[in-house]
């Protein structure tokens, strides 16, 4: 029920009193403060230059000298928990998020979808008058719902932001992002060559659509949630930002610990008593089955590297390095921007990463990150052939283990290890000139679900008991507010956490944290699984484990966190490996079926919710008129170079290529030119065996003849997490293959395309071909 009516309502209007009370657009009370809440993607704990890093971000150092740096901050480990938490002030397990949305399960506490009873702050916001905006990274909703067909209810705009542009799923291409504007996809502006990059984007779209209102509403605030792609992978940046560093980590990353241990207990960001963990304390431990620690969460020894490694190492963390300066600088535009434009000093700003530095470059690091989400080892061969390149839309890169280590300094373990600090804690800094007029530092421990109550108790606005008919979840994190004035003011007292298999419980100085690794995979065995004990207070980089000396406290603790994990809905736990989390099978908006019939002019299909060729025969066929024998380009692509496959015309010869996640092309060619008029162009896979990765043989036809033929491999998993989906006409963002002439999208002219039918019966070509051609003669 709306406001009821306060005016009077008789037979003439002349006689009537109106009432403009229920129909008036909200405003909050003159002076309230407008919001900008700047979320960093896998950047470490040390890995700024104002928590001790080398890293040089000078935007984020002036936030921070003119505010707070909280040192005790904590996340969930993983992005899209984290983010749940810093929008909703709701535990991840509450948001239906354990772990990240492609990671879906289900269960409510893994469903990958918000609850409507978990408003966001964009949606508390929004109806007490402040315009709400948001660019950048959402990971906030499960797979089937980021496409066209969907609903759209957990996209930005279904969940209270007015206006958006990003990009929804975990990842995206910084040079070809996979870009959504409001509530449909778009192109980009420009091309890399032309000097588009995804962080400079997006910074220009924050600052328009805050000009766009203010040039309307002056003194009304905003809400501004800006989301940078950096530092998570693919570490995607101009040169000349990767080359500011050069020679600057050739010290390597335990002499790079060393150095930022140092600066640390020099800026105050560690206690004098901090120790520096160990590196690989845990690879001796065998699994309940006798399994070795996983190899991909192991640091190999600077010193073991051969000069080539260290200087590829080195070069990873230049590249990594310039990401985040270059994020950096974006931030510094619309910093400016709003101190130029006097609404700077009266401005809440919330600085935070949503996570740990990541291991998922494995000990070799990686150019192609899709290989981790298909199981695939780096190898330092292959990696070595990117070393100048790195960065580049040539790659898709990540810096190995040695590194996550280093920037999380001087913790153990990254991102996914929500039983230990280099997962969870994080960097915080919070400035708002107009009320905090004393900068320094906060020791009070902190988590994700405590930032919304702040912000509210700040804007002086409560949580709603009912939000659009929804009966709101009780707000689950404590305000800091008192700590932005008073040093000693109290912490969060009791803190559980839950990633994969990995579990803590953080109680009153100490915290029991379970001994698994978060890539488990037969490790969990939830009843008989050994738990460590530490003393944060004394020890806060967990370096001694004090499980023996004090039984007692620990079995506390760990009563404590089933009775935390029954409250906060965190059951079942996760114990699959990630290949068999990200392949299982989720709901989609249509039943599976043998043939998937795509046009020229529609928009990109998600890989989600495309056809699924993994590990199974299929056949491509396009239907086309041409008209010319100068017809060429892309017919259909799937994916991009870092994995895919696309069907195109060049130099007058159907082609096919199948891109091995990014290590090498498999390209087969016609023996014939393709005829002008009416065809069928198509490319059949036909699966040899069981094996893993799949192998067998494609061939091409024109009409019924076949035209070439040649044994392929393709991947196992996933094209990609990036977004690059399904194009029909064109390959819209990074190509499949370097095979084609100058750059993406480059679409197909010389001819009509009117339809491509992607079949995967599984049959043989001869009767795949019958079916592709029944389903063009039903039209």
Same mark, same amino acid.
């Given at each position: 029920?709306?406001?009821?009516?306060?005016?009077?309502?008789?037979?003439?209007?002349?006689?009537?009193?109106?009432?403009?009370?229920?129909?008036?657009?909200?405003?909050?009370?003159?002076?309230?403060?407008?919001?900008?809440?700047?979320?960093?993607?896998? @950047?470490?704990?040390?890995?700024?230059?104002?928590?001790?890093?080398?890293?040089?971000?000078?935007?984020?150092?002036?936030?921070?000298?003119?505010?707070?740096?909280?040192?005790?901050?904590?996340?969930?480990?993983?992005?899209?928990?984290?983010?749940?938490?810093?929008?909703?002030?709701?535990?991840?397990? &509450?948001?239906?998020?354990?772990?990240?949305?492609?990671?879906?399960?289900?269960?409510?506490?893994?469903?990958?979808?918000?609850?409507?009873?978990?408003?966001?702050?964009?949606?508390?916001?929004?109806?007490?008058?402040?315009?709400?905006?948001?660019?950048?990274?959402?990971?906030?909703?499960?797979?089937?719902?980021?496409?066209?067909?969907?609903?759209?209810?957990?996209?930005?705009?279904?969940?209270?932001?007015?206006?958006?542009?990003?990009?929804?799923?975990?990842?995206?291409?910084?040079?070809?992002?996979?870009?959504?504007?409001?509530?449909?996809?778009?192109?980009?502006?420009?091309?890399?060559?032309?000097?588009?990059?995804?962080?400079?984007?997006?910074?220009?779209?924050?600052?328009?659509?805050?000009?766009?209102?203010?040039?309307?509403?002056?003194?009304?605030?905003?809400?501004?949630?800006?989301?940078?792609?950096?530092?998570?992978?693919?570490?995607?940046?101009?040169?000349?930002?990767?080359?500011?560093?050069?020679?600057?980590?050739?010290?390597?990353?335990?002499?790079?610990?060393?150095?930022?241990? $140092?600066?640390?207990?020099?800026?105050?960001?560690?206690?004098?008593?901090?120790?520096?963990?160990?590196?690989?304390?845990?690879?001796?431990?065998?699994?309940?089955?006798?399994?070795?620690?996983?190899?991909?969460?192991?640091?190999?020894?600077?010193?073991?590297?051969?000069?080539?490694?260290?200087?590829?190492?080195?070069?990873?963390?230049?590249?990594?390095?310039?990401?985040?300066?270059?994020?950096?600088?974006?931030?510094?535009?619309?910093?400016?921007?709003?101190?130029?434009?006097?609404?700077?000093?009266?401005?809440?700003?919330?600085?935070?990463?949503?996570?740990?530095?990541?291991?998922?470059?494995?000990?070799?690091?990686?150019?192609?990150?899709?290989?981790?989400?298909?199981?695939?080892?780096?190898?330092?061969?292959?990696?070595?052939?990117?070393?100048?390149?790195?960065?580049?839309?040539?790659?898709?890169?990540?810096?190995?283990?040695?590194?996550?280590?280093?920037?999380?300094?001087?913790?153990?373990?990254?991102?996914?290890?929500?039983?230990?600090?280099?997962?969870?804690?994080?960097?915080?800094?919070?400035?708002?000139?107009?009320?905090?007029?004393?900068?320094?530092?906060?020791?009070?421990?902190?988590?994700?679900?405590?930032?919304?109550?702040?912000?509210?108790?700040?804007?002086?606005?409560?949580?709603?008991?009912?939000?659009?008919?929804?009966?709101?979840?009780?707000?689950?994190?404590?305000?800091?507010?008192?700590?932005?004035?008073?040093?000693?003011?109290?912490?969060?007292?009791?803190?559980?956490?839950?990633?994969?298999?990995?579990?803590?419980?953080?109680?009153?100085?100490?915290?029991?944290?379970?001994?698994?690794?978060?890539?488990?995979?037969?490790?969990?065995?939830?009843?008989?699984?050994?738990?460590?004990?530490?003393? &944060?207070?004394?020890?806060?980089?967990?370096?001694?484990?004090?499980?023996?000396?004090?039984?007692?406290?620990?079995?506390?603790?760990?009563?404590?966190?089933?009775?935390?994990?029954?409250?906060?809905?965190?059951?079942?736990?996760?114990?699959?490996?990630?290949?068999?989390?990200?392949?299982?099978?989720?709901?989609?908006?249509?039943?599976?079926?043998?043939?998937?019939?795509?046009?020229?002019?529609?928009?990109? @299909?998600?890989?989600?919710?495309?056809?699924? @060729?993994?590990?199974?025969?299929?056949?491509?066929?396009?239907?086309?008129?041409?008209?010319?024998?100068?017809?060429?380009? @892309?017919?259909?692509?799937?994916?991009?170079?870092?994995?895919?496959?696309?069907?195109?015309?060049?130099?007058?010869?159907?082609?096919?290529?199948?891109?091995?996640?990014?290590?090498?092309?498999?390209?087969?060619?016609?023996?014939?030119?393709?005829?002008?008029?009416?065809?069928?162009?198509?490319?059949?896979?036909?699966?040899?065996?069981?094996?893993?990765?799949?192998?067998?043989?494609?061939?091409?036809?024109?009409?019924?003849?076949?035209?070439?033929?040649?044994?392929?491999?393709?991947?196992?998993?996933?094209?990609?997490?990036?977004?690059?989906?399904?194009?029909?006409?064109?390959?819209?963002? $990074?190509?499949?293959?370097?095979?084609?002439?100058?750059?993406?999208?480059?679409?197909?002219?010389?001819?009509?395309?009117?339809?491509?039918?992607?079949?995967?019966?599984?049959?043989?070509?001869?009767?795949?071909?019958?079916?592709?051609?029944?389903?063009?003669?039903?039209?």
């Amino acid at each position: 029920m709306g406001k009821p009516f306060k005016g009077t309502i008789n037979i003439d209007i002349q006689d009537s009193t109106p009432d403009w009370t229920p129909y008036a657009q909200p405003l909050p009370a003159d002076g309230a403060p407008s919001v900008l809440y700047v979320i960093l993607d896998d @950047v470490g704990f040390s890995a700024l230059e104002s928590f001790g890093g080398t890293i040089e971000t000078p935007n984020i150092k002036r936030i921070a000298d003119n505010g707070l740096i909280y040192t005790n901050f904590h996340t969930t480990a993983l992005c899209s928990p984290t983010r749940s938490c810093l929008l909703t002030g709701r535990n991840h397990t &509450t948001n239906g998020m354990a772990c990240i949305s492609e990671a879906s399960s289900g269960f409510p506490n893994a469903n990958g979808h918000i609850p409507m009873e978990c408003a966001t702050a964009a949606e508390v916001l929004g109806e007490r008058g402040w315009n709400t905006f948001m660019v950048g990274k959402w990971h906030l909703c499960a797979e089937d719902e980021e496409n066209l067909a969907s609903i759209r209810q957990q996209w930005p705009v279904g969940r209270g932001f007015e206006r958006f542009y990003g990009f929804l799923g975990a990842e995206t291409n910084q040079w070809y992002p996979d870009l959504v504007y409001d509530n449909h996809p778009v192109d980009q502006p420009k091309t890399p060559e032309e000097g588009y990059h995804f962080s400079i984007d997006i910074t220009d779209k924050a600052i328009g659509f805050v000009r766009d209102a203010k040039a309307i509403a002056p003194d009304k605030p905003f809400f501004l949630y800006y989301a940078f792609g950096a530092g998570h992978a693919p570490h995607h940046v101009p040169k000349e930002w990767a080359d500011k560093y050069k020679g600057k980590f050739d010290m390597g990353y335990e002499a790079y610990r060393e150095l930022v241990f $140092a600066n640390q207990k020099k800026l105050g960001i560690i206690p004098e008593h901090a120790e520096l963990s160990p590196i690989n304390p845990y690879t001796d431990l065998k699994g309940p089955q006798g399994q070795e620690w996983p190899a991909l969460d192991v640091v190999r020894p600077w010193e073991t590297l051969a000069d080539d490694e260290k200087k590829l190492f080195a070069r990873m963390a230049e590249v990594y390095a310039g990401f985040v300066s270059h994020a950096d600088h974006q931030l510094g535009r619309m910093l400016d921007y709003l101190e130029e434009s006097g609404q700077l000093d009266n401005t809440l700003i919330v600085l935070v990463s949503d996570n740990g530095a990541s291991g998922e470059g494995g000990p070799n690091g990686s150019v192609n990150e899709n290989k981790f989400f298909n199981g695939i080892a780096d190898t330092m061969k292959e990696n070595l052939k990117y070393a100048d390149v790195l960065g580049s839309p040539l790659t898709y890169n990540h810096y190995p283990t040695g590194w996550a280590w280093a920037f999380n300094t001087p913790n153990k373990m990254w991102k996914r290890y929500a039983n230990y600090q280099g997962g969870t804690a994080d960097p915080m800094i919070i400035s708002w000139p107009a009320q905090i007029t004393t900068p320094g530092i906060r020791t009070q421990y902190t988590h994700a679900i405590d930032i919304v109550p702040t912000i509210y108790d700040c804007l002086e606005i409560e949580m709603p008991e009912v939000y659009r008919g929804a009966t709101q979840i009780p707000l689950e994190g404590e305000s800091f507010k008192a700590s932005l004035h008073d040093t000693k003011a109290k912490g969060r007292q009791t803190q559980f956490y839950s990633m994969l298999s990995t579990r803590a419980i953080y109680h009153e100085g100490w915290k029991a944290s379970s001994v698994t690794p978060a890539s488990p995979d037969g490790w969990a065995e939830f009843a008989t699984q050994r738990w460590e004990l530490f003393n &944060t207070e004394t020890d806060p980089s967990e370096c001694h484990d004090l499980a023996e000396q004090h039984p007692a406290k620990l079995a506390e603790l760990i009563a404590l966190w089933w009775s935390e994990a029954g409250k906060y809905n965190a059951l079942p736990l996760e114990s699959r490996g990630a290949l068999a989390i990200l392949t299982a099978e989720r709901p989609q908006l249509s039943k599976p079926r043998d043939e998937y019939v795509y046009y020229p002019d529609c928009e990109e @299909v998600p890989e989600s919710v495309a056809v699924n @060729v993994r590990n199974r025969s299929y056949a491509i066929a396009a239907e086309v008129t041409i008209d010319t024998t100068d017809a060429a380009g @892309v017919l259909f692509a799937h994916g991009a170079r870092f994995g895919g496959h696309a069907l195109y015309i060049k130099d007058g010869k159907l082609k096919y290529a199948y891109n091995y996640v990014g290590e090498f092309e498999q390209i087969v060619d016609s023996s014939k030119p393709v005829p002008t008029g009416n065809c069928v162009l198509s490319a059949s896979f036909e699966k040899a065996g069981t094996g893993m990765p799949t192998e067998g043989l494609l061939s091409l036809y024109i009409d019924e003849e076949k035209v070439g033929e040649a044994k392929i491999r393709t991947q196992p998993g996933k094209f990609s997490l990036a977004g690059e989906g399904l194009n029909v006409g064109r390959d819209r963002a $990074a190509p499949v293959t370097d095979d084609y002439p100058g750059t993406s999208p480059w679409a197909f002219t010389g001819g009509t395309i009117r339809r491509v039918v992607v079949n995967v019966a599984g049959d043989p070509w001869v009767d795949l071909d019958k079916e592709v051609r029944a389903a063009f003669a039903r039209d």
